[in-house]
C-alpha cells in the first residue's frame, strides 16, 4: 500500500519506524527512504546495528526518545512500565553529567544523539510546548566533542553487556517491557511531502508539528 502511494505520486517518501532486527530488516529491504529508530544515552544499541547501513544506504535516519524520556530525573523508579526500562539502565549506566542540573543534562543528552553519525533529526515528545524552545536552545553550543561523544559511547561498551544489550539484536526483561508498550511497537509510516520540505528547508532550525493527538518537535541537524 505505500509503495503504491508512493508511485502515485501521494507522499515522496515512505519510512519505517522500529529497532532491532527489524529495523534493521527494514534497511536492508531496499522498500524505505527513511528510519525512525530508538538512539540516545540510553539505547545504544542502533549506534552498531543500524545506522551504519542507513548511512550506506543513504537512508534519513529519524531518531525518537533522543533524551531517553528524562528518565532519570526522579530518583524512584517510575510507576509507568513505560519509564522503566530507560530508567534502570540509566542507573547502571551512572552517567556524571546525569547528576547535576536537568536542563544542562537534557541538553547534553539531546547533543549526543544528533552528535552520532547518520542521525538526521530527533522528535522529542512533549505536552508543553515552551518545551520545544527550551530542548532547542543547548543546540545553540553545536554537537558533542569528539572526546565528550566517546566518553558516553565507553561507559556504555562497558557496561552493556552486563545485561543492557548492544549489537546483536537481543532482548532483555526491560526491552520486553518496553516492547509492550503502545509507542514502541514497530509500525510503518508515511513522511509526506510537506513535512520532507519543512525538514529539509528548515536546516539546523525547530520544526514543529501538531497532530489530534499529541504535539511533538522536530530538531533537525
Known amino acids: 500500500m505505500l509503495l503504491r ?7 515522496r517518501f515512505i519510512g519505517y519506524s522500529g529497532d532491532r532486527q527489524a529495523a534493521l530488516y527494514a534497511i ?3 522498500a524505505f527512504d527513511t528510519l525512525q529508530t530508538s538512539v540516545n544515552i540510553a539505547d545504544q544499541e542502533a549506534v552498531e546495528l543500524t545506522l551504519p547501513e542507513a ?7 529519524i531518531a525518537k526518545r533522543p533524551i531517553a524520556n528524562a528518565a532519570w530525573k526522579t530518583r524512584e523508579r517510575p510507576a509507568n512500565p513505560y519509564h522503566q526500562p530507560y530508567w534502570d539502565r540509566l542507573r547502571e549506566l551512572n552517567y556524571d553529567f546525569l547528576k547535576g542540573d536537568l536542563e544542562a543534562a537534557v541538553g547534553t543528552a539531546l547533543r549526543f544523539t544528533l552528535s552520532l553519525p547518520g542521525v538526521c533529526t530527533a522528535i522529542v515528545g512533549t505536552s508543553n510546548p515552551n518545551r520545544w ?3 532547542a536552545e543547548p543546540l545553540k553550543q553545536g554537537m558533542l566533542t569528539a572526546a565528550e561523544l566517546q566518553a558516553i559511547r565507553e561507559q556504555w ?3 552493556a553487556p552486563a545485561g543492557i544489550g548492544r549489537g546483536r539484536g537481543e532482548c532483555t526483561d526491560t526491552d520486553k517491557a518496553m516492547a509492550a508498550q503502545p509507542f514502541t511497537v514497530c509500525a510503518v509510516f ?7 520540505i519543512e525538514t529539509i528547508s528548515f536546516c539546523r532550525r525547530f520544526v514543529i508539528k501538531i497532530s489530534l493527538f499529541k504535539s511533538w518537535g522536530c530538531i533537525v541537524k
Open 5 to 11: 502511494a508512493k508511485e502515485a505520486g501521494k507522499t
Open 28 to 30: 536492508r529491504c531496499g
Open 55 to 61: 548511512v550506506k544506504r543513504g537512508m534519513g535516519v
Open 133 to 135: 524552545l527550551q530542548n
Open 157 to 159: 561498551l562497558e557496561t
Open 190 to 196: 508515511v513522511l509526506t511531502g510537506s513535512f520532507v
